[in-house]
């Protein structure tokens, strides 16, 4: 069992001439493999700094990161080791995907990167890959990413996030950028996969109907502070913090909103 914590982290920014901005005060939390995290706030409440901690684009002012009990290695193969067992889905699949190359492109250079199977059979497993994510390994492979539709684009993001066969996905707002009709289809898709492959996913989002449909646990983080951490039915239906309450009276009935969301055509390689 894979198991990422986020034990006491603060992060604080400091501006030339400026007061420190404080990001993060004091957040923990455990994810597991086989668990979906959910974690919810508005924008400026943190949500990104806790995923550029997780990936290492940024570091704690305080507190720790720790992988399977142990500090992450700032370099070396412990490093590698860790950045192979956390993948990140983006929020823009467009801005994610180099337009200059082919998808198999994005998905043979993990591959080879992190040595995940012998060369004479990467061919093969692009396509299963593709084939993972629901879309037709024929049609797309020599493509372009200006060439697929953006639900086809995070599919294929998706796709290279498991190419090094991760424990653990971080997904920021992984369909916030795509159009209504197709996001039920690209969230069922990371639910099937988390329970398929036995992933952890922290899903970093604003939107509370889909924290509660996709998630175990939710957490809410409001500047720089979770103020509320429990499972989903009970963050939604029988919020404790007032913040929650803001959050959950500004948006729409989760029943509502997956029954309008289920009505709309929507197809498996959109």
Do not use: C, W
Request: aromatic share 4%; no cysteine; glycine share 6%.
């Amino acid at each position: 069992m894979t198991t990422l914590e986020f034990r006491h982290v603060t992060k604080r920014y400091r501006l030339r001439g400026a007061a420190p901005i404080l990001a993060l005060d004091d957040v923990s939390f455990t994810l597991r493999d086989r668990q979906t995290i959910a974690l919810v706030g508005q924008s400026g409440s943190g949500k990104s700094t806790i995923a550029k901690i997780l990936t290492q684009l940024e570091t704690p002012s305080a507190g720790e990161v720790l992988l399977d009990g142990a500090p992450i290695p700032q370099r070396g193969r412990g490093l590698r080791r860790y950045r192979q067992q956390l993948r990140m889905v983006f929020q823009d699949p467009f801005a994610s995907l180099n337009p200059s190359h082919s998808i198999r492109y994005h998905l043979e250079r993990p591959l080879r990167l992190d040595r995940v199977v012998p060369k004479d059979e990467t061919e093969a497993e692009v396509r299963r890959l593709l084939e993972r994510v629901r879309l037709d390994a024929d049609s797309v492979i020599d493509r372009r990413p200006h060439e697929l539709s953006g639900g086809q684009r995070q599919r294929v993001a998706i796709a290279r996030a498991l190419a090094s066969r991760p424990s653990l996905l971080v997904a920021d707002e992984p369909v916030s950028m795509l159009d209504v009709s197709i996001r039920l289809g690209v969230l069922t898709l990371l639910a099937d996969l988390q329970r398929e492959e036995g992933l952890g996913v922290l899903y970093i989002t604003h939107d509370l109907a889909t924290a509660r449909h996709f998630s175990d646990e939710i957490m809410v983080l409001h500047h720089g502070r979770v103020v509320e951490h429990g499972p989903a039915d009970d963050v939604i239906l029988n919020p404790q913090h007032e913040y929650t309450r803001e959050l959950r009276a500004a948006s729409p009935d989760p029943e509502k909103h997956f029954a309008d969301l289920s009505a709309r055509p929507f197809g498996d390689i959109a």
